[in-house]
């Protein structure tokens, strides 16, 4: 068996490789038609971040069984064509995760400090005691988005540091949050009340620019802010405004919207924005546990066993997948959906198959279902391998249930999300010649196509309804692709189910409810 490295790596995983019987390869710099020329002598291929592994030479690769990324992200591995493929993709979610930890308070303190400001004058030549007068950090409140490993490593030094720590997390219960010595509050509420604000999460629909000049309004003056997270997350031209005006004391950023950061950037400009060129993850000691991790990974697969940190399908045993693999997709999309529309931080997830599919095997839907639920502001890729251990981890209780009996459908997914704040209820199922339907939303009963946008609207069942939402939506120039509405009782609560071809905006989402006889209005992207 071989393995290539077209990336570089830490020296001792190719020791690790040959102490395994496997020979191990470090070829790098190779551009993608050279690549393809040797991919198929190999069994595996490790890389970083440089090589982009593309439809191209994951196809060539007749004899490719693993690629191994040694880090977080996979954006530059073809996953789509990897999984068509058979190839298993494994990355490395916790072996940075003390670097990111440690170099967002390197940044907090440098910021806070001035330091790299004091150093450039010294250098210098200039003995300047005046001009750079910090703030301490001790008594401050730290508001920290996103509570998964890294933010909550974060979190930690904080109360060692004597600072109060606030933080945001949806996926994260109030006693949960307590045993990290965190006060959990709402987004809007972290903001406002943070002295140093530090994100920990991923760039998603939801959390791109989710930090604007209307965000930053709402913050205490003089803010100081972090993020050693992932790049457009904060809207790097209101940020700069917003320093420049002194709304934001300070900013200290490891990564950016486009990346090298372009040599012209204002954020270049300003003495109190303080930028490090994506280092979060750059330790001899980070780069040495995801070279670790994935040989590790690597080694195990092609001795026959089964990846920890598999990011795509292949990771789950064909033989179980195989009797319930036309409904995967409705349970993550349940998941998902339900996700979006339930309130509060989830503290258990209920989820009952009945008819044909309860006679199997169904833990790799259950996974589905916690993959789709926990995907959208997890700090680290969710996958097939890790969604079980992430809602362990998050204090999420799961709880499967299976009836053979059902009386509407063949086979039927219920899925029920408890929180702090209430319950959500929806169902689903696969049918023949149509595939993935949504057929109930908090026991309304629905017919739907769980893709694309999503609408759904609480209101009151009455005539004019449907033709009061379709005007409205169509004179805010959203197309309605398809609608249904479900009911208990005449003239009573009901749901409405729109598949929509736009993004239905904030404002235009609050114009719904204004509609007489609507009370809730939610987009959803599956």
Same mark, same amino acid.
């Given at each position: 068996?071989?393995?290539?490295?077209?990336?570089?790596?830490?020296?001792?995983?190719?020791?690790?490789? *040959?102490?395994?019987?496997?020979?191990?390869? #470090? =070829?790098?710099?190779?551009?993608?038609?050279?690549?393809?020329?040797?991919?198929?002598?190999?069994?595996?291929?490790?890389?970083?971040?440089?090589?982009?592994?593309?439809?191209?030479?994951?196809?060539?690769?007749?004899?490719?069984?693993? =690629?191994?990324?040694?880090g977080v992200g996979v954006d530059n591995v073809d996953l789509p064509t990897a999984t068509k493929n058979g190839v298993i993709v494994v990355n490395s979610p916790e072996g940075n995760t003390v670097a990111a930890a440690e170099h967002t308070w390197?940044?907090?303190?440098?910021?806070?400090? *001035?330091?790299?400001?004091? %150093?450039?004058?010294?250098?210098?030549?200039?003995?300047?005691?005046?001009?750079?007068?910090?703030?301490?950090?001790?008594?401050?409140?730290?508001?920290?988005?996103?509570?998964?490993?890294?933010?909550?490593?974060?979190?930690?030094?904080?109360?060692?540091?004597?600072?109060?720590?606030?933080?945001?997390?949806?996926?994260?219960?109030?006693?949960?949050?307590?045993?990290?010595?965190?006060?959990?509050?709402?987004?809007?509420?972290?903001?406002?009340?943070?002295?140093?604000?530090?994100? %920990?999460?991923?760039?998603?629909?939801?959390?791109?620019?989710?930090?604007?000049?209307?965000?930053?309004?709402? #913050?205490?003056?003089?803010?100081?802010?972090?993020?050693?997270?992932?790049?457009?997350?904060?809207?790097?031209?209101?940020?700069?405004?917003?320093?420049?005006?002194?709304?934001?004391?300070?900013?200290?950023?490891?990564?950016?919207?486009?990346?090298?950061?372009?040599?012209?950037?204002?954020?270049?400009?300003?003495?109190?924005?303080?930028?490090?060129? %994506?280092?979060?993850?750059?330790?001899?000691?980070? *780069?040495?546990?995801?070279?670790?991790?994935?040989?590790? *990974?690597?080694?195990?697969?092609?001795?026959?066993?089964?990846?920890?940190?598999?990011?795509?399908?292949?990771?789950?045993?064909?033989?179980?997948?195989?009797?319930?693999?036309?409904?995967?997709?409705?349970?993550?999309?349940?998941?998902?959906?339900?996700?979006?529309?339930?309130?509060g931080a989830v503290s258990k997830v209920q989820i009952e198959y009945s008819g044909e599919v309860a006679a199997n095997e169904v833990s790799p839907l259950t996974t589905s279902v916690l993959k789709g639920l926990l995907a959208p502001m997890m700090?680290?890729?969710?996958?097939?391998?890790?969604?079980? %251990?992430?809602?362990?981890?998050?204090? =999420?209780?799961?709880?499967?249930?299976?009836?053979?009996?059902?009386?509407?459908?063949?086979?039927?997914?219920?899925?029920?999300?408890?929180?702090?704040?209430?319950?959500?209820?929806?169902?689903?199922?696969?049918?023949?010649?149509?595939?993935?339907?949504?057929?109930?939303?908090?026991?309304?009963?629905?017919?739907?196509?769980?893709?694309?946008?999503?609408?759904?609207?609480?209101?009151?069942?009455?005539?004019?309804?449907?033709?009061?939402?379709?005007?409205?939506?169509?004179?805010?120039?959203?197309?309605?692709?398809? #609608?249904?509405?479900?009911?208990?009782?005449?003239?009573?609560?009901?749901? #409405?189910?729109?598949?929509?071809?736009?993004?239905?905006?904030?404002?235009?989402?609050?114009?719904?409810?204004?509609?007489?006889?609507?009370?809730?209005?939610?987009?959803?992207?599956?």
């Open positions: 068996m071989k393995v290539l490295a077209s990336d570089k790596i830490a020296e001792v995983g190719l020791k690790m490789l *040959q102490d395994a019987g496997i020979e191990g390869e #470090m =070829i790098t710099g190779l551009p993608e038609d050279e690549l393809i020329k040797i991919i198929p002598q190999y069994d595996a291929l490790v890389v970083r971040s440089a090589t982009k592994v593309t439809p191209k030479i994951i196809e060539a690769g007749k004899n490719l069984k693993i =690629i191994g990324r040694a390197a940044m907090l303190l440098s910021m806070a400090r *001035q330091i790299p400001q004091a %150093h450039g004058k010294l250098k210098a030549g200039n003995w300047d005691r005046k001009s750079f007068k910090g703030v301490e950090v001790f008594n401050k409140t730290l508001g920290v988005v996103g509570l998964g490993k890294i933010g909550r490593r974060v979190a930690s030094y904080a109360l060692g540091m004597g600072m109060k720590v606030i933080g945001f997390d949806p996926f994260v219960t109030e006693e949960n949050a307590k045993t990290l010595g965190v006060e959990l509050k709402k987004l809007e509420e972290v903001i406002k009340e943070a002295d140093f604000l530090t994100f %920990h999460i991923p760039k998603t629909k939801e959390t791109a620019g989710m930090i604007n000049a209307k965000s930053i309004a709402t #913050m205490k003056k003089g803010v100081r802010i972090v993020n050693v997270a992932r790049g457009g997350i904060i809207n790097e031209q209101d940020l700069y405004e917003a320093v420049k005006s002194g709304q934001v004391a300070a900013a200290a950023l490891d990564v950016f919207e486009k990346e090298p950061l372009p040599a012209d950037s204002p954020l270049l400009t300003l003495d109190n924005i303080i930028t490090t060129p %994506h280092l979060g993850a750059s330790t001899v000691e980070a *780069q040495v546990n995801v070279a670790v991790d994935v040989v590790e *990974q690597i080694i195990e697969v092609l001795k026959g066993g089964a990846a920890r940190s598999a990011v795509n399908i292949p990771s789950m045993k064909p033989e179980l997948i195989r009797p319930v693999k036309p409904y995967m997709g409705i349970a993550e999309k349940l998941g998902a959906l339900a996700a979006q529309i339930v309130k700090d680290v890729v969710v996958n097939f391998v890790n969604a079980p %251990h992430i809602a362990k981890e998050r204090g =999420i209780q799961v709880v499967e249930t299976k009836n053979k009996e059902t009386k509407d459908f063949a086979s039927l997914i219920s899925l029920r999300l408890t929180s702090d704040k209430g319950e959500r209820e929806v169902g689903g199922t696969v049918f023949e010649g149509l595939g993935d339907r949504l057929v109930s939303i908090d026991g309304f009963k629905v017919d739907a196509e769980p893709a694309g946008y999503v609408l759904i609207l609480s209101n009151i069942d009455k005539p004019g309804m449907v033709g009061k939402v379709g005007t409205f939506l169509g004179q805010n120039s959203i197309n309605i692709a398809s #609608m249904d509405v479900g009911r208990l009782k005449v003239g009573e609560k009901a749901v #409405m189910v729109l598949n929509v071809d736009a993004v239905v905006s904030d404002e235009i989402l609050n114009g719904l409810t204004k509609l007489e006889g609507i009370s809730g209005a939610t987009l959803v992207k599956l």
